[in-house]
């Protein structure tokens, strides 16, 4: 794992000598701080600023790392133990509840979560937070929204508008951004936009981001227009609240009418979005497509839209207080239902595109595009399952993302998901076909037989009925599958041997077909048909070959390394298995990282390095804790690990073999990857010195 996955700074921090002094000293003596303030104040800012100090230095009390977990774009509570798993890179295949599993991760780590923008999820994430610091003597949580969490033991640090000073310090710096060279001819004047701005950060950053246009002078003038016409806000509301809602609104009406548009139809947006997204979305009565870049453009350069380059390619983002403020707009047009429905039919395209797309070579483009497009996917299911009548969009949405789910590493998400989806009453058999078979797919990795044999039957049956010999088909390979885990290999090579057949009869062919020859080849092997497994991964490898596919490509591998090991052809099972754990570790696979990874360490005991495959032997142990039972029960997946401890410990002695495999279970993900594809036995040993 990363020690931090704050985001880098795309322009300067100014001022906050004082608060960033008191919130280190408070971060030094409290285990929960959280800044409060007004939106636009800067507390996510000072919150980050602070926190990146601490992953730079490594603070002792936080040797484990930062980690970052927004919380703005979600809405739905019972997500936030997903959110933090995703912040913290956990990836667990069981369907233990995800609390449990951020309990057992954290218990003994010492590490700072940074929690930004909570404030909406109150009540549950008051809860999260007092448990995981009850049960995790190590963690300090830093947190920044606009209220307290309001648990014992917490520190509050009101964060206050800039002084007069750090303001105008802020306003140069970023007026120098949008006018390079500028200088105020009358300090004075600068001096009293941040005092009428009350100097929050965000007003005066938009207020720079209008210098190109208007001039100080104009500003000024504006200003004064705005504060008349805005001041009125509700009795007793706060001036800084007036303020900034003064700000925001003072730049909408320095808006043209298509940039007013825009940001109100923007606002539906959940999380970062591309321009491809924004043009179907967001182009319309008003707006014309062509039109859209232009004026998504203008909006940029007033610091009401932030581009940021990512994984994913180019996207765009709204701060979540501009957000707010264009969805009022919004609802104020009449035009919210119809802008979420468009909202809704982009993401399930999306998905549709990512699924076709997988089976390809753009498969890391893929993973890196749907793990961008999160939020929006989480809004566009939420209002699937929230409309009557839409049931079967929510199912063929949560079915279609499959690839993600159980590619890459989000098993309990997706179970969250498939759960709701197929609980509801729906019209449209196949959409619900598709999420039963997904359900079922989902569960058998959990390890939860029940539920996947209660959703593959079902199934099955009302494919039966429907004709829909598709359905049946997955239904029938994932049965199958369930069977090769439970160690049932007979019945599993016959299950898969009819699935093989149904789809060869349908023109079937995508990465799910291709692992269904791949698990049909591991019966084989156990079944003792090395051959037949040998011939059958070396079909899946060579069609993985043409079009570029990874993942299903990596589980042939570990059925071709399993055969070379068998052969004793130890050298190229080492290979084949450094190519597995590459693809496995990209994808956030963990069952074919843990196969590989303990494969591996059989093939050292083979080469003669009992205390490195030691080792790996350690570190594969908290993956199948992640993993769950079934795999780590099964007889046939398990003789690789009982044959290598068996070797090991004959050369080593009990002692010293538990020494190394304790070792091992020390190593992060990180460090066991990069052990793993060190090379050969000794290159391994160079990096693995016994700790006994």
């Given at each position: 794992?990363?020690?931090?996955?704050l985001?880098?700074?795309?322009?300067?921090?100014?001022?906050?000598?004082?608060?960033?002094?008191?919130?280190?000293?408070l971060?030094a003596?409290?285990?929960?701080?959280?800044?409060v303030?007004?939106?636009?104040v800067?507390k996510?800012?000072l919150?980050?600023?602070?926190?990146?100090?601490?992953?730079?230095?490594?603070?002792?009390?936080?040797?484990?790392g930062?980690?970052?977990?927004?919380?703005?774009?979600?809405?739905?509570a019972g997500?936030?133990?997903?959110?933090?798993?995703?912040?913290?890179?956990?990836?667990?295949?069981?369907?233990?509840?995800?609390?449990?599993?951020?309990?057992?991760?954290?218990?003994?780590?010492?590490?700072?979560?940074?929690?930004?923008?909570?404030?909406h999820?109150v009540?549950g994430?008051a809860?999260?937070?007092?448990?995981?610091?009850?049960?995790?003597?190590?963690?300090?949580?830093?947190a920044?929204?606009?209220?307290p969490?309001?648990i014992d033991g917490?520190?509050v640090?009101?964060?206050?508008?800039?002084s007069?000073?750090?303001?105008?310090r802020?306003?140069?710096?970023?007026?120098?951004?949008a006018v390079?060279?500028?200088?105020?001819?009358?300090?004075g004047?600068?001096?009293?936009?941040?005092?009428?701005?009350?100097?929050?950060?965000?007003?005066?950053?938009?207020?720079?981001?209008?210098?190109?246009?208007?001039?100080l002078?104009?500003?000024?003038?504006?200003?004064?227009?705005r504060?008349?016409?805005?001041?009125?806000?509700?009795?007793?509301?706060?001036a800084?609240?007036?303020?900034?809602?003064?700000?925001?609104?003072?730049?909408?009406?320095l808006?043209?009418?298509?940039?007013r548009?825009?940001?109100?139809?923007?606002?539906?947006?959940?999380?970062?979005?591309?321009?491809?997204a924004?043009?179907?979305?967001?182009?319309g009565p008003?707006?014309?497509?062509e039109?859209?870049?232009?004026?998504?453009?203008?909006?940029?350069?007033q610091?009401?839209?932030?581009?940021e380059?990512?994984a994913?390619?180019?996207?765009?983002?709204?701060l979540?207080?501009?957000?707010?403020?264009g969805?009022?707009?919004?609802?104020?047009?009449?035009?919210?239902?119809?802008?979420r429905?468009?909202?809704?039919d982009?993401?399930?395209?999306?998905?549709?595109?990512?699924?076709?797309?997988?089976?390809g070579?753009?498969?890391?483009?893929?993973?890196?595009?749907?793990?961008?497009?999160?939020?929006?996917?989480r809004?566009?299911?939420?209002?699937?399952?929230?409309?009557?009548?839409e049931?079967?969009?929510?199912?063929?949405?949560?079915?279609?993302?499959?690839?993600?789910?159980?590619?890459?590493?989000?098993?309990?998400?997706?179970?969250h998901w498939?759960?709701?989806?197929?609980?509801?009453e729906?019209?449209?058999?196949?959409?619900?076909?598709?999420?039963?078979?997904?359900?079922?797919y989902?569960?058998?990795?959990?390890?939860?037989?029940?539920?996947?044999?209660?959703?593959?039957?079902?199934?099955?049956?009302?494919?039966?009925r429907?004709?829909?010999?598709?359905?049946?088909?997955?239904?029938?390979?994932?049965?199958?599958?369930?069977?090769?885990?439970?160690?049932?290999?007979?019945?599993?090579?016959?299950l898969?041997?009819?699935?093989?057949?149904?789809?060869?009869?349908?023109?079937?062919?995508n990465?799910?077909?291709l692992?269904a020859?791949?698990?049909l080849a591991?019966?084989?092997?156990?079944?003792g048909?090395?051959?037949?497994?040998v011939a059958l991964?070396?079909?899946?490898?060579?069609?993985?070959?043409?079009?570029?596919?990874?993942?299903?490509?990596?589980y042939a591998?570990?059925?071709?390394?399993?055969?070379?090991?068998?052969r004793?052809?130890?050298?190229?099972?080492?290979?084949?298995l450094?190519?597995?754990?590459?693809?496995?570790?990209?994808?956030?696979?963990?069952?074919?990282?843990?196969?590989?990874?303990?494969?591996?360490?059989?093939?050292?005991?083979?080469?003669?390095?009992?205390?490195?495959a030691?080792?790996l032997?350690?570190?594969?142990?908290?993956?199948?804790?992640?993993?769950?039972?079934?795999?780590?029960?099964?007889?046939?997946f398990?003789?690789p690990?009982a044959?290598?401890?068996?070797?090991a410990?004959e050369?080593?002695?009990?002692?010293?073999?538990?020494?190394?495999?304790a070792?091992?279970?020390?190593?992060?993900?990180?460090?066991?990857?990069?052990?793993?594809?060190?090379?050969?036995?000794?290159?391994?040993?160079?990096?693995s010195?016994?700790?006994?």
């Amino acid at each position: 794992m990363r020690r931090s996955n704050l985001p880098a700074e795309l322009n300067r921090f100014v001022g906050r000598e004082g608060e960033l002094g008191e919130l280190r000293r408070l971060l030094a003596e409290f285990r929960l701080v959280t800044v409060v303030g007004v939106g636009g104040v800067g507390k996510s800012r000072l919150a980050l600023r602070v926190a990146a100090t601490v992953a730079d230095g490594v603070a002792k009390r936080s040797c484990d790392g930062v980690r970052l977990a927004g919380l703005a774009t979600l809405r739905d509570a019972g997500l936030l133990e997903h959110a933090l798993m995703e912040a913290l890179g956990l990836t667990d295949h069981t369907c233990r509840p995800p609390r449990e599993v951020l309990v057992e991760y954290l218990a003994e780590r010492r590490l700072l979560l940074v929690l930004d923008g909570f404030e909406h999820l109150v009540e549950g994430c008051a809860a999260l937070v007092r448990e995981l610091l009850c049960r995790a003597p190590g963690l300090t949580v830093l947190a920044a929204g606009r209220r307290p969490l309001r648990i014992d033991g917490e520190a509050v640090l009101p964060l206050a508008p800039m002084s007069d000073d750090d303001a105008v310090r802020l306003f140069l710096d970023r007026a120098a951004a949008a006018v390079p060279g500028f200088r105020a001819a009358d300090p004075g004047a600068v001096r009293e936009l941040c005092r009428r701005l009350d100097g929050i950060p965000l007003a005066l950053e938009l207020a720079a981001g209008r210098l190109p246009a208007l001039g100080l002078e104009g500003l000024l003038h504006r200003l004064d227009d705005r504060f008349r016409l805005l001041t009125c806000g509700a009795r007793g509301e706060l001036a800084r609240h007036r303020t900034l809602r003064t700000a925001i609104g003072w730049s909408h009406e320095l808006c043209t009418p298509e940039e007013r548009l825009l940001w109100a139809r923007l606002s539906v947006f959940a999380g970062p979005f591309d321009l491809e997204a924004v043009e179907y979305v967001c182009a319309g009565p008003q707006l014309p497509a062509e039109r859209v870049l232009d004026v998504l453009g203008e909006l940029i350069a007033q610091s009401v839209v932030v581009r940021e380059d990512t994984a994913a390619g180019v996207r765009y983002r709204m701060l979540d207080t501009v957000r707010a403020y264009g969805a009022e707009w919004l609802s104020a047009l009449g035009d919210e239902d119809r802008l979420r429905r468009r909202h809704r039919d982009w993401y399930l395209g999306l998905a549709a595109w990512c699924e076709l797309d997988w089976f390809g070579p753009r498969q890391a483009e893929v993973a890196a595009c749907t793990d961008s497009a999160l939020p929006d996917l989480r809004a566009a299911l939420e209002l699937c399952l929230e409309e009557p009548g839409e049931a079967h969009l929510a199912q063929h949405l949560a079915g279609t993302l499959w690839f993600y789910w159980v590619g890459c590493g989000r098993l309990a998400e997706g179970r969250h998901w498939l759960d709701r989806a197929v609980a509801l009453e729906s019209r449209h058999g196949e959409a619900r076909l598709k999420a039963l078979w997904v359900l079922g797919y989902v569960a058998i990795l959990q390890g939860d037989t029940i539920a996947a044999m209660a959703a593959l039957y079902t199934c099955e049956e009302d494919a039966a009925r429907s004709g829909n010999a598709l359905a049946a088909a997955y239904a029938v390979h994932r049965m199958g599958c369930l069977a090769l885990i439970s160690d049932d290999m007979p019945y599993a090579e016959e299950l898969l041997g009819r699935a093989q057949e149904a789809y060869r009869a349908l023109g079937e062919l995508n990465s799910q077909v291709l692992m269904a020859q791949v698990e049909l080849a591991m019966a084989k092997v156990f079944l003792g048909d090395l051959d037949g497994a040998v011939a059958l991964c070396r079909e899946v490898r060579e069609a993985c070959e043409e079009r570029g596919e990874r993942w299903t490509r990596a589980y042939a591998l570990y059925v071709l390394a399993y055969a070379a090991w068998t052969r004793g052809e130890h050298g190229e099972a080492r290979g084949l298995l450094g190519e597995c754990i590459t693809i496995d570790h990209a994808f956030h696979d963990l069952v074919g990282l843990v196969l590989a990874v303990e494969l591996l360490a059989l093939v050292t005991a083979s080469e003669g390095d009992p205390a490195e495959a030691a080792v790996l032997q350690g570190a594969a142990a908290p993956m199948w804790e992640a993993v769950g039972l079934p795999l780590f029960g099964s007889g046939y997946f398990g003789a690789p690990r009982a044959l290598c401890e068996r070797r090991a410990t004959e050369l080593l002695g009990a002692e010293r073999y538990r020494a190394y495999e304790a070792e091992g279970r020390a190593l992060p993900l990180e460090a066991t990857v990069a052990r793993a594809l060190a090379g050969g036995p000794e290159e391994a040993r160079a990096c693995s010195a016994p700790s006994a």
